[in-house]
């Protein structure tokens, strides 16, 4: 079977033809400036040759002026060989004058040209004809004349007409034309050399910086090299520099915290079945606890029954720590006060005399996930009890306040404290995971952890304001609705039986 014809899709474009262009950003810079300096330097050409053949033409009047000044004063006029030297020091073939008693006439008159002289007034020269005369003269043939009128200075006459041959002005201006050029492109080069080093130095150089940098970068994020020092620039450069070191920044972390996510799943996933089994045969112990009399026993064993079914609830629902989501939240209305206690003792602040301050309604409450409030306030309160026990040379008592507020339809928990206050470095990324601890040992975890159930409640966590005299959280959750009013009922009339 022959095979099938190929596709227009399947055919091979012709590739299309590339003019040679310096590759580097250096070369072009280079090339561009001098061509651009050549460029502009050829547009003085058309003026500068212009002038000159304007100003070579008046000399050559004024010096037949001169030569027919002395040809009117000689006493027994001119013969033929003094008229030859005249016309051939003036650099012309013949000399008329214009005046307005005797009309024209010629002063001096050498030999006739065979050709028909053009004709240039240089009196009244339009701006086209005086760019384009240049031309004329270098490209309009070989063995020329010109006949050139011109307005005398010397002499009383209406104008001065002359004939000079081409064949000088044309060398003249060539020999112009080459010192041009030559100096166009001395100029250009030299230009185009300094703009080059000064460009190189102030926009390629650092260009040429940060590329590499992002080079490294790429293949390898932990590349100390990698890393961009921003130069302290203020202008595009700096900007550029500045945001790219933010940028492998915020990446390092993004990557370190996808590595530390990978290995905390990986290390979930293994002691979930041991952890689970370990929880049931606390609850066992639990249970064998309860049938004791002891009345320490029966003060503890609620709490201790709580701890275990929460940890139980959690280790079976959570695998990992962002492979898997949260549980949906199953809220209802939950008594503020009595769960911020409960969180203080688990969060220990009693054992480091940390006082505990409500500022709540012991009736207030909360439209919320009971053990999902109960993590929330655990990992602010601990949070605020840790950052106190590591705030070196510290002496003032440790106080945490609790407060709630109302705004519309939403409750509004502030969580303060008199600590050391958040770190700096560590307040753009306070509620990414694994990035937003202020301590050394810390996960990073907790207020991730808080900030995702209290979104997931429809509310939010935020930093409302830290500094060395304390720091204050915002949790916002859902307000409880409101209690429906009984109605009254109407008496009724007894009818009559």
């Given amino acids: 079977m022959a095979d099938a014809a190929p596709t227009p899709q399947e055919l091979p474009r012709p590739r299309r033809p590339r003019f040679f262009w310096p590759g580097g950003l250096s070369a072009r810079l280079l090339t561009l400036t001098i061509l651009f300096v050549a460029g502009g330097g050829a547009l003085a050409f058309p003026p500068a040759l212009a002038s000159f053949e304007r100003q070579w033409l008046l000399e050559r009047v004024r010096a037949a002026e001169t030569v027919s000044r002395f040809a009117d004063i000689a006493p027994t006029g001119v013969n033929d060989s003094q008229r030859e030297q005249l016309l051939r020091g003036a650099g012309v073939e013949w000399v008329a004058i214009q005046t307005p008693d005797a009309g024209l006439h010629l002063v001096l008159q050498g030999k006739r040209s065979s050709t028909t002289p053009y004709f240039v007034d240089l009196r009244d020269q339009a701006p086209a004809a005086w760019l384009t005369a240049p031309a004329q003269t270098l490209f309009g043939g070989t063995g020329r004349s010109v006949r050139v009128r011109a307005t005398p200075r010397f002499i009383s006459a209406q104008f001065i007409e002359v004939v000079a041959p081409d064949a000088e002005l044309r060398r003249e201006l060539l020999r112009y034309l080459s010192r041009m050029i030559l100096i166009v492109l001395l100029v250009a080069s030299s230009a185009g050399l300094l703009v080059y080093l000064s460009l190189n130095f102030f926009l390629v150089r650092p260009m040429q910086r940060i590329t590499y940098a992002m080079e490294r ?23 550029a520099e500045v945001e790219l070191d933010r ?24 002691i979930n079945h ?33 701890a275990l079914d929460r940890a139980v609830k959690l280790a079976s629902g959570v695998l990992a720590y962002g492979k898997t989501q949260e549980a949906a939240p199953e809220p209802r209305p939950v008594a503020l006060a009595p769960s911020v206690e409960a969180a203080g003792e688990e969060a220990r602040l009693a054992e480091q005399k940390i006082t ?3 500022q709540i309604d012991r009736a207030a409450q909360v439209s919320a996930d009971p053990d999902q409030l109960h993590r929330i306030l655990v990992n602010l309160l601990r949070n605020a009890r840790e950052a106190m026990e590591h705030q070196e040379g510290r002496e003032a008592k440790g106080r945490i306040t609790v407060s709630l507020s109302v705004a519309g339809d939403m409750s509004l928990i502030r969580v303060t404290d008199n600590g050391p206050g958040v770190p700096e470095r560590a307040r753009e990324r306070l509620f990414q995971p694994f990035a937003g601890s202020g301590r050394p040992d810390g996960a990073g975890l907790g207020l991730a952890i808080a900030r995702e159930l209290a979104q997931g409640h429809g509310g ?36 009559a039986g």
């Avoid at 970068?217 to 100390?224: L, Q, S």
């Avoid at 990978?262 to 996933?269: C, I, K, Q």
């Avoid at 966590?461 to 307000?479: I, V």
């Fill in 217 to 239: 970068f790429r293949a390898d994020p932990e590349d100390a090299a990698a890393r961009v020092e921003p130069s302290g620039r203020r202008d595009e450069i700096g900007r």
């Fill in 247 to 270: 940028m492998q920044a915020d990446l390092r972390a993004a990557l370190n915290s996808r590595a530390r996510l990978a290995a905390l799943g990986e290390a979930v996933a293994k």
């Fill in 274 to 306: 041991d952890l689970k089994n370990m929880l049931t045969s606390a609850q066992i112990a639990s249970e064998r606890l309860a049938a004791l009399k002891d009345p320490k026993v029966s003060q503890a064993l609620p709490r201790l029954e709580r």
């Fill in 356 to 358: 505990l301050s409500l």
């Fill in 460 to 495: 939010d966590l935020t930093l409302a304001s830290t500094g060395p005299k304390g720091t204050t959280f915002e949790l916002r959750l859902p307000a409880p609705p409101a209690p429906a009013t009984p109605r009254r009922r109407r008496p009724t009339k007894s009818s």
